[in-house]
């Protein structure tokens, strides 16, 4: 799994829409995670293996880092602006090489380009007139992956423009602003509003979200670095899993100590048998768990003061040995699925419920916001525009519904009445197919899609109704229907097609 907020398992980030009004300016902006592929070997050399971004090594007795690359990242935003919206991809939280710029609807709104450290010629280039206009929001994306940038329009999973970098290096951050006459609106995934000056300076934001599984087999000490570059930094996060003869865990920051959390975990590893973790960064939200993402909760900690993570570091020590398996993975949804359960009120549309996380091959949950639709998201039904599957939180519940992008929200369907969510999850990627189906027949192989207050599961379902409209919802078996959000209220169908995975 290579991508971040992308085709694969994602949510569960607190996101709001960050809305930036980019005066006059002239270039940049943007960022997430890259990197090149470097180990720092020691006397012996380590064993190590890239296949499909999944690496195996093994480590020392020795207490020195072996850095590898945070794979790929996102950012996902719209901008009202007539032309020149600039974004850049940097390594820290300030201006300077190496970093990436993408110019969209440059040249008079003519063409856009990727430029590598603020040299020409640009190192890819492509003829978009009229991409950008003053009157209304546009969506575009961009990703990173490899060295391997891309730039894409909201809805679209192909790039109209895309370099790869021969020598490419690890983004932590990234800004935005425009110029060349124009002034710039930007709703930008996951941040809060921001203003920026009419003046060439640039507002630096760290990547916000990245995640790592990992299987170690050590009697001890197994080491986890999160840094913003190839080696030890200041400040950088670390993660000590069975330290003190394998007796507790505790994160730490900038090699300091007092340790941020630690917490007691007697026997957490073992020489014969990897065990398994999940790791996860979210603006400064450090959290590890045990086994998988969805998997309870080892260690938490909030930085207030969040870098830019571009790399991870592994290593051993203190008589202890270590080989490892390392996969990177998106920020994926907290949560787990509760038992079915009646409801408590079997006549009623379901009341607001508790969340679930799925992944189905490679379907998954990506946080977005704002009307913003992430490459791969599953359409699910048609209204004057696709809509697309979503869910949402709702009085504590986690609702299916559609994403309609025109009104910039997530319509779920509850107590009767359609409630839009700014804030909300797309459904991405994955082998997925809709079935014919009536009342409360669930096939086994149906798509999570949240739960009830009571801990039932709710499944996505869509239907054809007025006017041949589409619609999205939520399938509740213990109700025996499909409750959808069309109109202001919450309608009921008993027969309709579900989401199953292949």
Not at 117 to 124: F, G, L
Not at 268 to 282: C, H, R, V
Not at 338 to 367: E, L, M, Y
Not at 411 to 434: F, M, R, T
């Amino acid at each position: 799994m290579v991508t971040l907020h992308v085709y694969a398992c994602v949510t569960r980030s607190q996101l709001a829409s960050q809305k930036i009004i980019t005066p006059r300016q002239q270039t940049r902006s943007l960022s997430l995670n890259l990197v090149e592929f470097e180990s720092l070997s020691s006397a012996k050399k380590s064993t190590t293996q890239l296949n499909n971004m999944a690496i195996s090594l093994s480590t020392e007795d020795k207490l020195e880092y072996q850095f590898y690359p945070v794979t790929s990242g996102q950012i996902q935003f719209r901008v009202k602006t007539a032309n020149d919206a600039h974004v850049a991809l940097t390594t820290g939280p300030t201006e300077g090489d190496p970093m990436y710029e993408v110019f969209i609807g440059g040249w008079g709104n003519s063409k856009s380009v990727i430029r590598k450290n603020r040299s020409k010629p640009e190192v890819a280039e492509v003829e978009t007139p009229g991409i950008l206009t003053a009157d209304e929001f546009r969506g575009f994306w961009i990703r990173w992956d490899g060295g391997n940038i891309t730039v894409g329009k909201e809805g679209e999973g192909s790039p109209f423009l895309s370099y790869q970098d021969p020598e490419p290096f690890g983004i932590g951050y990234f800004g935005v602003c425009t110029g060349w006459g124009a002034t710039g609106e930007w709703l930008i995934e996951g941040r809060k509003t921001l203003r920026t000056p009419d003046e060439l300076s640039y507002k630096f934001h760290p990547v916000r979200s990245g995640a790592v599984s990992i299987e170690v087999k050590a009697k001890s000490n197994a080491h986890i670095a999160l840094t913003n570059a190839k080696g030890e930094t200041s400040p950088m996060y670390e993660i000590m899993i069975g330290g003190w003869e394998n007796s507790a865990s505790v994160i730490r920051y900038n090699r300091t100590q007092p340790d941020k959390v630690r917490v007691d975990t007697k026997g957490i590893l073992n020489s014969n048998e990897y065990k398994k973790f999940s790791i996860s960064w979210l603006d400064g939200h450090i959290v590890v768990k045990t086994g998988n993402q969805s998997g309870p909760v080892l260690l938490d900690w909030h930085d207030p003061n969040p870098i830019g993570v571009s790399y991870i570091g592994v290593r051993t020590g203190w008589g202890s040995t270590g080989n490892w398996n390392l996969r990177f993975e998106p920020h994926a949804a907290h949560g787990g699925s509760g038992a079915a359960t009646p409801s408590k009120h079997p006549q009623r549309p379901s009341a607001p419920s508790a969340p679930a996380a799925f992944q189905a091959g490679t379907a998954c949950w990506v946080d977005a916001s704002g009307g913003m639709v992430p490459p791969g998201a599953i359409v699910g039904g048609q209204d004057d525009e696709p809509l697309y599957v979503g869910r949402a939180y709702h009085e504590g519940a986690l609702i299916p519904g559609k994403v309609k992008p025109g009104h910039a929200v997530c319509y779920i369907p509850w107590g009767g009445a359609e409630h839009g969510k700014s804030d909300y999850q797309v459904l991405c990627g994955g082998n997925v197919a809709w079935i014919p189906t009536s009342g409360g027949n669930v096939p086994p192989n149906a798509i999570p899609g949240g739960e009830t207050e009571d801990g039932e599961p709710l499944f996505i379902g869509h239907v054809t109704h007025e006017d041949g409209v589409v619609t999205v919802g939520k399938v509740q078996p213990s109700h025996k229907v499909l409750y959808v959000p069309y109109g202001g209220g919450e309608v009921g169908f008993d027969e309709y097609e579900i989401l199953v995975s292949h």
